[in-house]
């Protein structure tokens, strides 16, 4: 019979994966919304769809910059301080997204404020949950990206109702005040696996140390893949509720394409999970990518709005795959003794995609009127993704373990 103490610790990883979950849940959930306030923004101030995805490009470059210093302020600050302060601070973007009138504005509290926000949601919490769980981290790492995917189908119908309900300035102030209840709770229901081994330092464990991954070309791989496929997994979402609305949906049903995307993804992040911890990274990419590519050539095609749903959803179980995959994989190849700078830097990687993917889209739909060229690009980077995947070898680690 397990003693008491090892009963409590078994309890307490439970209680971070549920705060780190929860974390996902808000951040995500109300990023996912902001594609919702474009129409407003484009009647009542006349701005381009560029410009206000220029400002969803700001955040995630001032999150993926972040991203680097994340992990290793947490290792040393705990995860409590550092959620706790930049999950206030991304909350608290929205409730003053409320009251701006200037572009200047916008960048200044939603793109500053919410990609401060952004920038430990993944880096931290994965990390997290990396180092308290070794043989199920891959299910482990799904469980808490769950928590996204259900953010992202349960928080824009709410805001799209509150946007009808009210005006969309006192949704933007409900939203993001519940926002940082939630950020504050999963924040302090966090914590850093130290206590059980005696020293207030991080816990170093096997792998290789950061000066030595850098100098691999797997690494710099898993760099270049995150690039390619992280460009969709922020476009998608940013634009395709508007780009629902120009085939003809109203604001709620557009809202519900997001709702589809999250449910797909749960499966998507529970499959991978699982299949991870079965078939390692490589395999798992792989599983991603399939999918990633048809959804994006089905965007380039559609015109009818149910057809829209159908492949949100495949591009969803990819989304999902996609968001849970990586953070295991670089424990895989390296270790944990500096996986929470090692996958900040891929973090940061991904970032130049995810900024420069949103206001390309914006650029071209203002330019044709039409998405089309924009998916095309994304589903080219996305093939180069897949190329790049198929190269890398079995982990090290793993070999060395079986041998």
């Known amino acids: 019979m397990p003693s008491a103490s090892k009963t409590s610790r078994f309890d307490e990883r439970y209680l971070v994966v549920f705060g780190a979950s929860l974390t996902q849940f808000t951040i995500i959930g109300l990023l996912f919304s902001y594609g919702l306030f474009f129409k407003p923004f484009e009647v009542e101030f006349g701005w381009s ?13 001032v999150m993926g910059v972040l991203a680097v210093f994340a992990g290793r302020v947490s290792d040393y600050y705990g995860s409590r301080t550092v959620l706790a302060i930049t999950g206030t601070l991304g909350a608290l973007g929205y409730v003053l997204l409320s009251q701006v009138t200037q572009p200047w504005q916008l960048f200044a509290v939603y793109g500053l404020l919410t990609g401060i926000g952004m920038s430990t949601h993944d880096v931290v919490t994965l990390s997290i949950v990396a180092r ?21 189908f349960t928080i824009p119908p709410i805001v799209a109702f509150l946007m009808i309900r009210y005006d969309w300035r006192s949704a933007l102030i409900i939203m993001g005040s519940v926002g940082i209840v939630l950020l504050l709770i999963g924040a302090f229901t966090t914590k850093n696996p130290t206590a059980y081994h005696g020293s207030s330092l991080p816990v170093m464990t096997s792998g290789l140390g950061f000066g030595q991954a850098r100098r691999s070309k797997i690494f710099w791989m898993l760099c270049t893949i995150q690039f390619l496929f992280f460009s969709p997994l922020i476009t ?74 159908i ?38 990687f991904g970032t130049i995609g995810g900024v420069a ?9 203002d330019v044709t009127g039409s998405y089309f060229l924009a998916f095309s690009a994304l589903a080219l980077m996305v093939s180069l993704g897949l190329a790049l995947t198929l190269l890398l070898p079995a982990p090290a680690l793993k070999q060395s373990a079986e041998n």
């Open 49 to 61: 769809r560029t410009l206000v995805s220029s400002c969803t490009s700001f955040s995630f470059l």
């Open 132 to 152: 308290w769980f070794d043989k199920r981290r891959g299910i482990m790492t799904a469980m808490v990206k769950v928590g996204t995917a259900v953010g992202q």
């Open 236 to 309: 998608i979402p940013v634009h395709i509720v508007v780009h629902g609305m120009d085939l003809g949906m109203t604001t709620v049903m557009s809202a519900m394409l997001v709702s589809v995307m999250a449910g797909a993804s749960v499966a998507g992040r529970l499959v991978i999970g699982l299949f991870f911890d079965r078939i390692g990274g490589k395999g798992a990419l792989i599983m991603c990518f399939v999918p990633l590519i048809a959804s994006l050539l089905a965007f380039m095609v559609i015109l009818e709005p149910w057809l829209l749903f």
């Open 311 to 348: 492949a949100v959803g495949v591009y969803g179980f990819a989304h999902g795959g996609l968001f849970t995959v990586m953070s295991p994989t670089i424990a895989e190849y390296f270790g944990l003794r500096a996986h929470g700078t090692l996958f900040g830097i891929v973090v940061f």
């Open 357 to 365: 993917g949103p206001i390309f889209a914006g650029r071209m739909f």
